[in-house]
């Protein structure tokens, strides 16, 4: 999937998260920080396409361990040693990002070590992406918009 895709979705995903949970608005910054994070395992995705990430890439590959629950759950839990509330932004947002490269025709080791795939139908980039894509942002724009409403008019 593409990074404007995950953005969008993990943006709402938190905005469901957040109708049913009180939570600190600094969680949103984890979710989308942990959403970028996971593909910098690829050069030439948005958030891997810096100088310095490539001797760490050499030694992963694209949907390898950090498309994986385990460095998933791995990587929240040292964040919520620090703050718990930053590790469950980094959770969903690393969940959401695996959620949806599972629903791509290549696939998600979700289990790695073990290398059993989770795949669905959807060709990244292509159409289908595009409209959920669209939809997801005009949601998103939807909760934003009525949030600024209601509270700053
Ligand atoms: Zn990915």
């Given at each position: ?149 209601y509270y700053l008019v």
């Amino acid at each position: 999937m593409l990074f404007k895709t995950h953005i969008v979705f993990s943006l709402a995903v938190y905005f469901l998260l957040s109708y049913f949970i009180e939570m600190p608005w600094y969680v949103l910054i984890f979710v989308l920080l942990a959403t970028a994070f996971v593909d910098i395992d690829i050069k030439n995705s948005r958030a891997g396409n810096r100088w310095y990430l490539r001797p760490f890439q050499i030694f992963t590959k694209h949907r390898g361990m950090l498309h994986s629950l385990f460095i998933g759950l791995l990587l929240s839990l040292v964040i919520a040693s620090i703050s718990q509330w930053a590790g469950v932004g980094f959770f969903v947002g690393y969940i959401s990002h695996l959620f949806l490269d599972c629903l791509t025709r290549s696939g998600v080791a979700l289990f790695w070590p073990f290398s059993w795939k989770i795949k669905g139908f959807v060709k990244s980039g292509g159409i289908m992406e595009q409209v959920v894509f669209v939809l997801l942002l005009l949601g998103d724009i939807f909760v934003v918009g009525k949030w600024f409403f209601y509270y700053l008019v």
